[in-house]
């Protein structure tokens, strides 16, 4: 256990259906970040926060995506109607961002669009 | 554009082998180096952090090491065992992780 945890776990939805994680980060790290992980291949970089600001975000983020750190805490990520190629790992993780900015990963949800 | 390629993609060994895992990137402006284990369904666990001014870590039977001037990293596994078994992926640092696709590594016992 890193100490980031994910909600939840799993989530099956139909194509159309909006759906919404969560991510809680390692209490002390002011950086949050999100990637998507599909079968086979590495984590792409979806977007990042630095305490409430979102600093960077991916092309892959399109407009049915939107992620939100309200208090510098936890954050959320929220698919509008959903694909079935949005079928993938949803990956957080969490950093500090003076020193090494190592970056401790959660369990991830695992989506599926029917 | 950083680019980062894992070879091999998958590899099968013997328990008891010294091993080694290969990352190469297209750009040497990077800050850190990370190798990550991941476990079939599950999330990332991070193995090894390699500062770009450093130039190798070790941590019980691992070693990673980073030569910028080339773009490659390895990491080296010493007698490898059957728990070993997972993907293991390398990830460049510059505010955001850049992952390779990753080496799938069996051990057999």
């Known amino acids: 256990d890193t100490g980031v945890s994910q909600d939840p776990r799993h989530k099956i939805t139909k194509r159309g259906q909006n759906v919404t994680f969560r991510c809680d980060p390692i209490s002390e790290h002011n950086r949050l970040y999100w990637y998507r992980q599909t079968l086979g291949q590495g984590p792409e970089f979806l977007t990042y926060f630095q305490n409430e600001a979102q600093l960077e975000k991916s092309r892959l983020l399109s407009d049915r995506f939107s992620a939100e750190r309200p208090k510098g805490s936890f954050s959320t990520l929220e698919i509008q109607r959903t694909e079935q190629g949005d079928s993938a790992m949803y990956l957080c993780?969490?950093?500090?961002?003076?020193?090494?900015?190592?970056?401790?990963f959660g369990p991830g949800t695992r989506l599926t669009v029917t | 554009k950083q680019e980062v390629t894992q070879i091999p993609a998958a590899l099968s060994v013997p328990e008891g082998e010294n091993l080694v895992l290969n990352c190469s990137f297209t750009?040497?402006?990077?800050?850190?180096l990370q190798w990550f284990r991941q476990d079939p369904g599950k999330g990332l666990t991070s193995l090894l952090l390699i500062q770009s001014s450093q130039r190798e870590q070790t941590s019980g039977r691992l070693n990673a090491s980073l030569d910028k001037s080339s773009g490659r990293s390895t990491l080296y596994i010493a007698a490898s065992q059957p728990g070993d078994s997972a993907t293991y992926l390398c990830?460049?640092?510059?505010?955001?992780?850049?992952f390779g696709q990753g080496t799938e590594l069996s051990v057999k016992p």
């Open positions: 750009d040497s402006a990077i800050y850190n």
């Open positions: 993780a969490s950093s500090f961002s003076q020193g090494e900015n190592e970056q401790y």
């Open positions: 990830a460049l640092e510059g505010g955001k992780l850049i």
